[in-house]
Each structure stands twice: as C-alpha cells, then as structure tokens.
T-cell receptor
Framework: GAGVSQSPSNKVTEKGKDVELRCDPI?????LYWYRQSLGQGLEFLIY????????KSGLPSDRFSAERTGGSVSTLTIQRTQQEDSAVYLC?????????????FGEGSRLTVL | GEDVEQSLFLSVREGDSSVINCTYT??????LYWYKQEPGAGLQLLTY?????DMKQDQRLTVLLNKKDKHLSLRIADTQTGDSAIYFC???????????FGTGTRLKVLA
C-alpha cells in the first residue's frame, strides 16, 4: 500500500486483557514511531525505531507496554493487563529517518477502549 | 517549559483569516512543523519552516517564526469549512529524532 497501515482501527477490550496493535510502515522507511493521543491531550511519544539500532523506549508509560519491529518493517505495540487509562488512539508514523524535512507519515490510528 | 503549548480551540467565520499560535521548547530546534489532523484520520504534514527563516508563505498559509520568543504561528487566509481540523505544531530538538508535538488547536470554521 501507499501509506502507513494500522490495525485494528478500533479495539474494545475488558480491563486486564492484553492487546496487540499492528503498524505496517511505508516501504523503505527506516524510522518508525508510536504515539498516543488521548482526548484533550497532545501526542505523547511512546517509542522510536531507527533501522537496526536499539529502540528509544523512553516514552513507554509503564512496563505493561512493549513494542517490537520485526525485519525492520512491521511493528507491534503490546499492552498487557490493560487499564482504563490506556484508552486512547495509538498512532504509528514512519519516515525516511534522514530526510532533510523530517516529514512523518501517519497511519489513521488504532482507537483502544478499555471497559 | 517542557511542553509545546497551543491554545485548544479557535472558531472563525468562513472567509476570515485564522491564526494559530504555538510556543515551543528548544530554541535550537532546526525545523518546526505544522501538521493537520482531519476527523478520524492521522496527522498530515501541512508545512514546515527552517529555523533560519522568519517567514514562509505557501498559497493560503503563512508561517511566522520568532526564535527569540520561541513562538511559531500559522495563518490561514480565506479560511474554508474544509480547513476545520486539529492543527499541531511540532519540533525536533537537535541531536534527537524525537518529535515533540503540541496539544493541538481545534479549528472550527463557521459557514
């Protein structure tokens, strides 16, 4: 596909369950980001992958959150033992990583609702 | 401060100009960005400005940068109903690839 693809687009889960959110970046983009967008809040940085380098996990809010990027392409964000405060839209973005303009290309997001 | 600050809401009439303001955190940031988020969609780059510029114009959009005050603004001329969206400013402090986004300004255009 031409753009960043995220799935599922909507996920409703019960408190305490685990969820996995998937991101398929634009082919050839070496950088991949996860952000969280909560109602009335800005975009909160979660994690950043660049090529084969160790990811920057400094934005993950707790050890219930983890992310992987397999083969330098698809990424999965996993939230274990979900809590109601995890409800948000999770946005994935990719970029060339070394582009002069630094443009990020965003997916449409995965809306997570924890009951 | 640590946060990129924006006012949360702006309402204008169709045909008027809109001005969205942003105060960013790091005066060394090389590029500053404006992203637009339409309902139910991800963010899309609208325009950007390099830090050695004071102003950039792109059709109906004018970006003004005041580095001394770390203030960035986006002016939309002849605002249309299709401009209704959330507008985010963003910066990348030097030495990092971590974009810092503002809280977003929700622009509502009244017909």
């Amino acid at each position: 596909g031409a753009g960043v693809s995220q799935s599922p687009s909507n996920k409703v889960t019960e408190k305490g369950k685990d969820v996995e959110l998937r991101c398929d970046p634009i082919s050839g983009h070496t950088a991949l980001y996860w952000y969280r967008q909560s109602l009335g809040q800005g975009l909160e940085f979660l994690i950043y992958f660049q090529g084969n380098s160790a990811p920057d996990k400094s934005g993950l809010p707790s050890d219930r959150f983890s992310a992987e990027r397999t083969g330098g392409s698809v990424s999965t964000l996993t939230i274990q033992r979900t809590q109601q405060e995890d409800s948000a839209v999770y946005l994935c973005a990719s970029s060339y990583g070394t582009s002069n303009t630094g443009e990020l290309f965003f997916g449409e997001g995965s809306r997570l609702t924890v009951l | 401060g640590e946060d990129v600050e924006q006012s949360l809401f702006l309402s204008v009439r169709e045909g008027d100009s809109s001005v969205i303001n942003c105060t960013y955190t790091d005066s060394s940031s090389t590029y500053l960005y404006w992203y637009k988020q339409e309902p139910g969609a991800g963010l899309q780059l609208l325009t950007y400005i390099f830090s050695n510029m004071d102003m950039k114009q792109d059709q109906r959009l004018t970006v003004l940068l005041n580095k001394k005050d770390k203030h960035l603004s986006l002016r939309i001329a002849d605002t249309q109903t299709g401009d209704s969206a959330i507008y985010f400013c963003a910066e990348i402090p030097p030495g990092t690839y971590k974009y810092i986004f503002g809280t977003g300004t929700r622009l509502k255009v009244l017909a």
